[in-house]
Nanobody, 118 residues
Framework: QVQLVESGGGLVQAGGSLRLSCVASGSAFSIVAMGWHRQAAGQQRELVADITSDGNTDYADSVKGRFTISRDNAKNTVYLEMNSLKPEDTAVYYC????????????WGHGTQVTVSS
């Protein structure tokens, strides 16, 4: 089992910045990818950014150029640097980790609230 704990959410004005962190613990080995998803009120959860263990990244079009995902493999930690925040970025942000053993397992954190005021 892998446990994920997010931190860094909060309230920020439009145009501001936040940095989210997610630490993986427990049987946190063979994690091949980590990512951030978000879910706004009344909407489906969507992928924000993803990073593989060898550093390949992928971003939602809506955050390209504003958000940066990074990873510290030694610390089993993934970060999301969010700049130029917009009110439409308001959501609960969830961390995800993919573990590749005999099968591929997906783990989720409990989420951290990000609120961007206009």
């Amino acid at each position: 089992q892998v446990q994920l704990v997010e931190s860094g959410g909060g309230l920020v004005q439009a145009g501001g910045s936040l940095r989210l962190s997610c630490v993986a613990s427990g049987s946190a080995f063979s994690i091949v990818a980590m990512g951030w998803h978000r879910q706004a009120a009344g909407q489906q959860r969507e992928l924000v950014a993803d990073i593989t263990s060898d550093g390949n990244t992928d971003y939602a079009d809506s955050v390209k150029g504003r958000f940066t995902i990074s990873r510290d493999n030694a610390k089993n930690t993934v970060y999301l640097e969010m700049n130029s925040l917009k009110p439409e970025d308001t959501a609960v942000y969830y961390c995800r980790a993919d573990q590749q053993l005999a099968f591929r397992y997906e783990y989720w954190g409990h989420g951290t609230q990000v609120t961007v005021s206009s």
